[in-house]
């Protein structure tokens, strides 16, 4: 299995900018398509985007869609999640999951483990 830590995060005012890291172990992230959920208080999991193994292939939630890009770098087993323009509904705990099917599933339900994520907080 392919542990992940989520890091990056931090406080920012709104309209700013955070770069987040998903650091991979244990397996190539080559074999997996990867994705990027938040969690904001008192709200179930959402999903927020994902990549192909190659990277040729991204899709983004309607809600960061022109203010998030997803990418990976598989040499350096990492994913990153590039935030721009950030709002304060956009605060929440952010996580990275891996799976080996073609797409990464965006129900989180479909994922057994979750690794450490990483708080980003935008104040207004």
């Known amino acids: 299995q392919v542990q992940l830590v989520a890091s990056g995060g931090g406080l920012v005012q709104a309209g700013g900018s955070l770069r987040l890291s998903c650091a991979a172990s244990?397996?190539?992230?080559?074999?997996?398509?990867m994705a990027w959920f938040r969690q904001a208080p008192g709200k179930e999991r959402e999903f927020v985007a994902r990549?192909?193994?190659?990277?040729?292939?991204?899709v983004y939630v309607n809600s960061v869609k022109g203010r998030f890009t997803i990418s990976r770098d598989n040499a350096k087993n990492t994913v990153y999640l590039q935030m721009t323009s950030l709002k304060p509904e956009d605060t929440a705990v952010y996580y990275c999951?891996?799976?080996?099917?073609?797409?990464?599933?965006?129900?989180?339900?479909?994922?057994?483990?979750w690794g450490q994520g990483t708080q980003v907080t935008v104040s207004s």
């Open positions: 244990g397996r190539a992230i080559s074999n997996y398509a």
């Open positions: 999951n891996a799976d080996a099917r073609t797409i990464a599933p965006s129900d989180p339900d479909e994922y057994d483990y």
């Open positions: 990549i192909s193994r190659s990277g040729a292939s991204t």
